[in-house]
């Protein structure tokens, strides 16, 4: 079983940056593929980005490539997911997920995803 602890989300005003991390607990993660996932108001889950577990292969939606970054650290099993520039439209609770697979490997759906946190809320005013 592994638990998964979103933090970071807060209110911020449009073209600004936030660091949002996500910490796992319970069983190693280190051969886990993880993702960050966003829910808007009205709107489905929809995929952000994602990492794998060996080479460090990255996955971002094209709503989101060259603003945000996706990064893990083992020794502290988080993963972070720093959004630079971010606009209005990035406003959402964000999701962490984690899922074991091969090492190259991430997924990109909710299917893909064997746990997930709570979330955490990000509000982005113009």
């Known amino acids: 079983q592994v638990q998964l602890v979103e933090s970071g989300g807060r209110l911020v005003q449009a073209g600004g940056s936030l660091r949002v991390s996500c910490a796992a607990s319970?069983?190693?993660?280190?051969?886990?593929?993880m993702g960050w996932f966003r829910q808007a108001p009205g709107k489905e889950r929809e995929f952000v980005a994602a990492i794998s577990w060996r080479e460090g292969n990255t996955a971002y939606a094209d709503s989101v490539k060259g603003r945000f970054t996706i990064s893990r650290e083992y020794g502290e099993n988080t993963v972070d997911l720093q959004m630079n520039s971010l606009k209005p439209e990035d406003t959402a609770v964000y999701y962490c997920?984690?899922?074991?697979?091969?090492?190259?490997?991430?997924?990109?759906?909710?299917?893909?995803?064997?746990?997930w946190g709570q979330g955490t809320q990000v509000t982005v005013s113009s």
């Open positions: 997920a984690a899922t074991p697979g091969p090492g190259g490997w991430y997924g990109t759906a909710l299917s893909d995803y064997n746990y």
């Open positions: 319970g069983r190693t993660f280190i051969r886990y593929a």
